[in-house]
């Protein structure tokens, strides 16, 4: 046992000998340079003037429920959030296997043998069973560096997995607002083909009655017709951006064509209510915490930084302390011997000498991932204030847009109902009411156009600053 004393101490002092040599480890933080590339402040205009807001509330702020049952329902079906989930969870068996390393290991083994000895010629039974313990003393951080590494990228598992959900949400409300939307284009259609209608059957009444030439009849059996194929089409578009629902949803088509329908006739689309939107940050920091794919690949930066620590460690000695416990139990022609035993070591000190230059190459491949781990990171951040930066323009051209498109609408529609009463009148014939008609209904498609862009430019600033997430935001548990 004295004996075994030394060799600890002797380990232990060239443990700490060798400490002092090793090469420092790079900073395991979440922060690095790449934070620098943020601007200081947004340059294009804020809404509402900057103000912040929740955005994780922001589909509830809108007051619409069927929109908010159709994101959870998007999100209990979502291929992309079962596989998040499932990479959630391998990652969590990841950080167990590294923990499990700094700890001791223990193992247990039982025997059974009957048989006859060359010390005994007599049949005997031997019954033994052992507990054997190993612990690798982590003398340079290898293991905890590794450990490090796999709780960073469970953290970043877990943005991607809030990530996913941020992007099934987005989805759905484009899809939503988008048939939404198309109904009105349709709405608006329908209404130009019925007035078509009704001026066909005029023109066909006073050709028959001789007043006007067969061409201004055939002009306006044309104009019907175009009418009707147009709004066709814009009904076969609206079924089909439903089932794109259907498919996100996984909600049965007569059931969720009901709902919707029920949403149009309960409430207005919030697509022009700026109370209903949601504000934006006037900080870029704001960005940082909001977006799971940055601060994911944040956390990748602070794993590829843990993992180059336990290279560089691995190229030092490696101290590994083993013991055992055993009984062994001998039984033959009635006589019984037992016979106990334990020890303590042997302890192990390994010297790594020569390996043909892999440890080098593990440290130089582990450095090229960190430096492109930073690389990456520093783009995404660049890419993130771009998105921002770009549904914040949209926001502010299509408001700009929408107001002097509304007041265009409007004109073009007085203009074309005075010259349809002036054709009633006499006073003016059938192409002019025509080119009224496509201009007026133009302009009305331009303005419902404007609407749902800036719906969508709403829907990708959500996106863009994460949808409200926050790294401690609540993750799904195990389930087993």
């Given at each position: 046992m004295q004996r075994l004393a030394y060799i600890c101490a002797?380990?232990?002092?060239?443990?700490?000998?060798?400490?002092g040599c090793a090469a420092p480890l790079p900073a395991q933080s979440g922060n690095t340079g790449a934070d620098r590339t943020v601007p200081p402040a947004w340059n294009a205009p804020l809404p509402h003037g900057g103000s912040s807001a929740q955005l994780a509330q922001w589909w509830q702020g809108l007051g619409d429920r069927v929109l908010v049952d159709l994101i959870e329902a998007a999100q209990r079906v979502s291929p992309t959030l079962a596989s998040a989930t499932s990479r959630l969870t391998q990652s969590r068996a990841a950080l167990a296997t590294a923990t499990a390393a700094n700890r001791p290991?223990?193992?247990?083994?039982?025997?059974?043998?009957?048989?006859?000895?060359?010390?005994?010629?007599?049949?005997?039974?031997?019954?033994?069973?052992?507990?054997?313990?190993?612990?690798e003393i982590d003398l340079f951080g290898a293991n905890a560096a590794a450990s490090d590494a796999a709780q960073a990228r469970l953290q970043g598992t877990g943005a991607q997995w809030h990530e996913a959900r941020v992007s099934v949400a987005?989805?759905?409300?484009?899809?939503?607002?988008?048939?939404?939307?198309?109904?009105?284009?349709?709405?608006?259609?329908?209404?130009?083909?019925?007035?078509?209608?009704e001026s066909a059957r005029l023109s066909a009444l006073s050709a028959q009655a001789g007043f006007t030439a067969p061409a201004v009849s055939a002009l306006a059996d044309a104009s019907a017709a175009e009418g009707r194929s147009r709004s066709t089409q814009q009904a076969s578009q609206c079924d089909s951006t439903l089932k794109a629902l259907v498919a996100l949803t996984a909600v049965p088509e007569p059931t969720l064509r009901q709902r919707l329908q029920d949403s149009v006739a309960d409430s207005n689309?919030?697509?022009?209510?700026?109370?209903?939107?949601?504000?934006?940050?006037?900080?870029?920091?704001?960005?940082?915490?909001?977006?799971?794919?940055?601060?994911?690949a944040q956390r990748e930066v602070a794993a590829?930084?843990?993992?180059?620590?336990?290279?560089?460690?691995?190229?030092?000695?490696?101290?590994?302390?083993?013991?055992?416990?055993?009984?062994?139990?001998?039984?033959?022609?009635?006589?019984?011997?037992?016979l106990s035993t334990w020890s303590i070591g042997p302890v192990v000190l390994s010297l790594p000498i020569f390996d043909g230059g892999r440890r080098v190459a593990n440290v130089q491949a582990a450095q090229a991932r960190y430096t492109e781990a930073e690389a990456l990171y520093r783009a995404r951040v660049r890419q993130a204030v771009r998105e921002v930066e770009d549904a914040l323009l949209s926001l502010s051209s299509t408001a700009a847009q929408r107001e002097d498109a509304a007041t265009a609408a409007a004109g073009y529609t007085?203009?074309?109902?005075?010259?349809?009463?002036?054709?009633?009148?006499?006073?003016?014939?059938?192409?002019?009411?025509?080119?009224?008609?496509?201009?007026?209904?133009?302009?009305q498609t331009t303005l419902l156009q404007l609407d749902l862009q800036r719906t969508q430019a709403w829907i990708a600033l959500y996106r863009a600053l994460g949808g409200?997430?926050?790294?401690?935001?609540?993750?799904?548990?195990?389930?087993?």
């Open positions: 002797a380990a232990a002092a060239l443990g700490l000998l060798a400490t290991s223990l193992n247990a083994s039982l025997s059974a043998q009957r048989g006859v000895t060359s010390a005994s010629p007599m049949v005997g039974t031997a019954l033994s069973s052992s507990l054997d313990a190993s612990w987005a989805e759905t409300a484009t899809q939503y607002y988008a048939w939404r939307n198309c109904r009105q284009v349709l709405a608006v259609l329908q209404s130009d083909t019925r007035s078509r209608g689309a919030p697509n022009q209510n700026p109370a209903a939107m949601p504000a934006v940050a006037s900080v870029p920091a704001e960005v940082l915490s909001q977006r799971p794919d940055l601060y994911a590829a930084s843990a993992d180059l620590g336990s290279a560089q460690a691995q190229r030092y000695p490696r101290l590994t302390l083993n013991g055992q416990i055993g009984t062994l139990n001998y039984s033959s022609q009635g006589s019984t011997t037992d007085t203009s074309f109902n005075a010259t349809q009463a002036r054709v009633q009148a006499g006073a003016a014939n059938l192409p002019e009411l025509e080119d009224a008609r496509r201009i007026a209904l133009a302009s409200g997430w926050t790294p401690d935001a609540a993750l799904p548990q195990d389930s087993h």
